[in-house]
DNA sequence: CTGAAAGCGCTTACAG
DNA sequence: CTGAAAGCGCTTACAG
């Protein structure tokens, strides 16, 4: 209770000895007599003194401290990242830093300053989209990142990023979301989201084509329509498709790009009279807290993102290594009906 | 290109100075001539070089880190507070750390060591409810924490916490909330959520009595139902209320304790056939971004998270004191009709 | 089992 | 305007 400013050098002098051997009791050696370890931990409790770790930083090898950058925690994917990451982290003595986009933005003064700064013992990426004409710019930020400490992607990651990543599959994936919705009896099958020009060989039309030529189905142009992973754009998107179309030619499912593009999806189709899942199956991504709570309660797919968060940690501290896919699981509630 | 691991030794010996003066081009001090300023950029441009935060953390009296622990990210209310914090905090070169709730947990080994080793310039924390047999432990860790660097709390503060404070005052927005859904002609109000056994003055069953009280409607007991912050809480919460009475009894009206539960709310009304707003109103609390997004648009309170996020951050680093009030409006959507 | 000394990469007086 | 030196609070060989 005496100081809280206590340094290595006054439980030294407390204890009688030196601070080699504070030091030494401080990280748990083995060689240091009973008696001697006894004199030393009381005096530390006396005083309240905690190590810094930022001494420690300078010293060693390791900040115990990391960072993760992502486009925006109000997107609970994100938040579900990061909590799993943060668990992580902070089970092991390291410290999660956010760090903004804009770390990333080649525009900017200098990219990486502020994390090559900390001397951060790696840093957590999640991409998401890659505009053609944005990718080489994200790329080169994050090779300069990589410069200073390591570097875990985590999303739609294109082959030619040479980093370890944690990828999603949504091409894989939105083929298995037209299956499912095919198995129901649709055939008239809308996509809502996604970036127009985006060179990702896994992004979501990918594997939204390839699902409607495995079923035979022709594809509709106007099915289709680009958008951000707002709810805003959900609503803009579905409106589009239901303005510009005769009821006879309206989808009867629509596959959204995320939970909260599947919300705007509602909006849309309730303010056209529809009725859910009757008239329109409405299907998410991302498996939010709030998705069984719609009404209807949302079907979704499960990307298990706290245990992504977890696992890029264990990649930053190389308890494993590569480049593996994330798992997902469709999740069933009662936005999708079989077609009328 | 070199060598991203140059020290400021590398650089003076590069320009060909003293690492005093490259101290001082860094810290973009005045006193150095044009010609040596130059020499020194050079220098550092060429290395790529990046001084290092740890190193000036401990020399400085400045770590330049910034702390912040809250309940759950997945909370939107948190993630908003959490960005604006971040927000603000990065545009100032302090890096923001998300710590567990658990670091306050005083049953742990040590409660603020985390925290405390790090030596950060201060912490934000987001404090949740305060059951009476909680509050002395919440109180004495954050105390404990105090004594190692500033704190700025952010929450329903009660006045006996001696701390720099954003305070939403719960119990004064609750009173707006009963008499806007008494001007609507509601006279059974449910309330769903709270922590029985809060000893917080300022928490929201305080002002749901004041405002049933001047409005000259009686308590109902049946209608106060506590519960935690959750989707799950508010379904159990008004599934409580509508089994146990007859429908001539049911509320006409329920305040939910932020958004989410007002989620759990919809469900539970659905389920029993009741159509909102038309058969209830409902009326959550942290304008999420989703908000406008459910069926019926949810009406709502803003707390303005995001502000709080940054002014806390403000707080810590010394340009505002004092405890203050979080401001709050009520945004009116579709969740809310006048009672028939 | 324990201590003296050097070093980590900076900043800060203090001289000049 | 510039440099030599001490110091920040630790860890890490190296001796003993």
Request: proline residues 4%; negative net charge; glycine residues 6%.
């Given at each position: 209770?005496?100081?809280?400013?206590?340094?290595?050098?006054?439980?030294?002098?407390?204890?009688?000895?030196?601070?080699?051997?504070?030091?030494?009791?401080?990280?748990?050696?083995?060689?240091?007599?009973?008696?001697?370890?006894?004199?030393?931990?009381?005096?530390?409790?006396?005083r309240n003194y905690r190590p810094s770790v930022i001494a420690r930083g300078l010293t060693g090898k390791t900040t115990h401290s990391l960072g993760i950058i992502l486009p925006k925690l109000l997107n609970p994917h994100y938040?579900?990242?990061?909590?799993?990451?943060?668990?992580?982290?902070?089970?092991?003595?390291?410290?999660?830093?956010?760090?903004?986009?804009?770390?990333?933005?080649?525009?900017?003064?200098?990219?990486?300053?502020?994390?090559a700064e900390r001397r951060l013992d790696g840093v957590i990426v999640c991409v998401e989209y890659l505009p053609a004409d944005h990718d080489h710019k994200v790329l080169a930020a994050l090779e300069e990142l990589k410069r200073f400490m390591p570097v875990v992607l985590i999303g739609c990651v294109p082959p030619w990023y040479d980093f370890p990543a944690i990828c999603n599959n949504n091409a894989a994936m939105t083929k298995e979301i037209v299956s499912y919705l095919?198995?129901?009896?649709?055939?008239?099958?809308?996509?809502?989201?996604?970036?127009?020009?985006d060179t990702d060989p896994f992004r979501r039309d990918i594997g939204y084509m390839e699902g409607l030529r495995e079923a035979r189905l022709p594809f509709t142009d106007s099915y289709r329509v680009w958008g951000g992973g707002t709810p805003e754009s959900g609503l803009a998107g579905l409106n589009g498709i239901l303005n510009n179309l005769k009821?006879?030619?309206?989808?009867?499912?629509?596959?959204?790009?995320?939970?909260?593009?599947?919300?705007?999806?509602?909006?849309?189709?309730?303010?056209?009279?529809?009725?859910?899942?009757r008239d329109l199956s409405v299907i998410g991504c991302d498996?939010?807290?709030?998705?069984?709570?719609?009404?209807p309660p949302l079907t979704t797919v499960d990307l298990h993102q706290r245990e992504t968060g977890a696992r890029a940690?264990?990649?930053?501290?190389g308890e494993e290594s590569g480049r593996v896919d994330a798992p997902w699981d469709l999740i069933e509630r009662g936005s999708c009906a079989a077609c009328r």
């Open positions: 209770m005496l100081n809280e400013k206590a340094t290595i050098y006054d439980i030294a002098s407390d204890a009688g000895v030196s601070i080699a051997t504070v030091s030494r009791v401080l990280r748990g050696e083995t060689n240091v007599s009973a008696a001697t370890r006894e004199k030393v931990q009381r005096a530390i409790d006396r938040a579900m990242i990061f909590t799993g990451a943060q668990e992580e982290a902070s089970a092991r003595g390291f410290a999660l830093s956010l760090f903004p986009r804009s770390s990333l933005d080649t525009d900017a003064y200098n990219p990486a300053t502020m994390l095919v198995s129901l009896g649709h055939e008239r099958i809308a996509l809502v989201g996604g970036i127009e020009g009821p006879s030619f309206w989808p009867t499912a629509v596959i959204a790009l995320n939970d909260l593009v599947a919300m705007g999806c509602y909006s849309a189709a309730v303010s056209h009279g529809l009725t859910l899942p498996n939010m807290v709030a998705a069984p709570y719609l009404s940690v264990k990649m930053l501290l």
